[in-house]
């Protein structure tokens, strides 16, 4: 493998490998300009070339605490090898943050609202937007969720997943038609077009193993290779629903994130309304069951069993934060 490495940074970036260590992503490379990280990209080619828009435009705007692509000798953000997409990148610190109680949630809450602050005006060729995809992704969940009660209800008898998903069907069966109508509400189309555009992006991984600790404290940010064109909002309802999870939290807690994120990117009435919608959807448990029930079960795996578990617990602590949301 070393030699592979070794051809990628010399052909690619016309660096000399030395020694490599193997990280949870990739292999940091000692080289004759010093430390890199070399990862294969999780996404295509056009994806890793949003993302290195996206992060020359954080950069630009002054959101400097990230991990910036290296280009290749003939410019280019990431380098193809044997139908391999690899990409090589500024070193981040190397702890992550420890997602251990309500203070480390606000500063992560307001590294995240600077860093949505510094995406506007981003432009690249490569964006996506779908203005269809989140209502669309909401009904279609919904039917889905109607067609698994009527395909349980047709079988001769009932496994353990099937009595979960029975026992919780009128919740969520309720909450996906709140969002439904929370997304009205909000007139989420013209939220879209006004993030589309401002250029506003989405990071879809903002979590502990992508927010890494400086010596000084100062947050840096990685893990943006799954990044898109989206409302921004995606991302904080997705880091308050993890506080929920991580840190049991509180309604003081989930005003003291919000006011953190909104020293840089402030809210106004309609998107709290979206941020709500997003809040009470009940995403994973619907991905979940759907998952489960679109593959053929020869018996109940255990594995998925305690999953939806942990995903009933979740959105039990979802509509926790949605009412405190709803009251602040």
């Known amino acids: 493998m070393e030699e592979l490495y070794e051809k990628i940074l010399w052909e690619g970036y016309g660096l000399r490998f030395y020694s490599g260590t193997r990280t949870r992503t990739g292999l940091v490379c000692k080289t004759d300009k010093g430390l890199r990280e070399l990862k294969k990209a999780r996404e295509r080619m056009n994806g890793v070339r949003y993302a290195h828009d996206v992060k020359e435009c954080l950069y630009g705007n002054g959101f400097t605490a990230i991990s910036r692509f290296y280009h290749t000798m003939d410019g280019h953000p990431c380098f193809l090898k044997d139908g391999t997409v690899y990409v090589l990148e500024e070193l981040l610190p190397a702890a992550a943050l420890e997602e251990d109680g309500t203070e480390a949630f606000i500063k992560g809450a307001k590294t995240l609202g600077k860093m949505h602050s510094c995406a506007k005006g981003l432009e690249s060729k490569y964006m996506q937007w779908d203005k269809d995809r989140l209502p669309a992704q909401f009904a279609k969940r919904r039917t889905e969720l109607g067609k698994i009660k009527r395909r349980i209800q047709k079988q001769g008898g009932y496994d353990a997943i099937d009595l979960l998903v029975l026992e919780n069907y009128d919740t969520y069966m309720e909450h996906t ?28 991984s903002f979590k502990g193993e992508n927010i890494r600790v400086a010596e000084g404290g100062r947050l840096y940010v990685g893990g943006f290779e799954g990044c898109s064109s989206d409302i921004a909002l995606l991302d904080l309802a997705a880091y308050l629903k993890r506080y929920m999870k991580k840190a049991e939290g509180d ?75 709803r009251e602040i």
Not at 185 to 198: G, P, T
Not at 264 to 293: G, H, M, W
């Open 177 to 204: 038609l709140r969002a439904e109508a929370l997304l009205r509400q909000a007139e989420y189309s013209v939220l879209f077009e006004k993030a589309r555009k401002e250029g506003a992006f989405c990071h879809h």
């Open 251 to 325: 309604r003081e807690g989930v005003l003291r994130m919000l006011e953190a994120y909104e020293e840089s990117n402030p809210t106004d009435t309609r998107q709290r309304v979206l941020l709500r919608a997003l809040v009470i959807y009940p995403e994973k448990f619907l991905r979940l069951i759907n998952e489960y029930y679109n593959k053929r079960r020869a018996c109940v795996s255990p594995a998925m069993q305690e999953r939806l578990a942990l995903a009933v617990e979740e959105e039990g602590r979802a509509k926790e934060l949605f009412e405190f949301i």
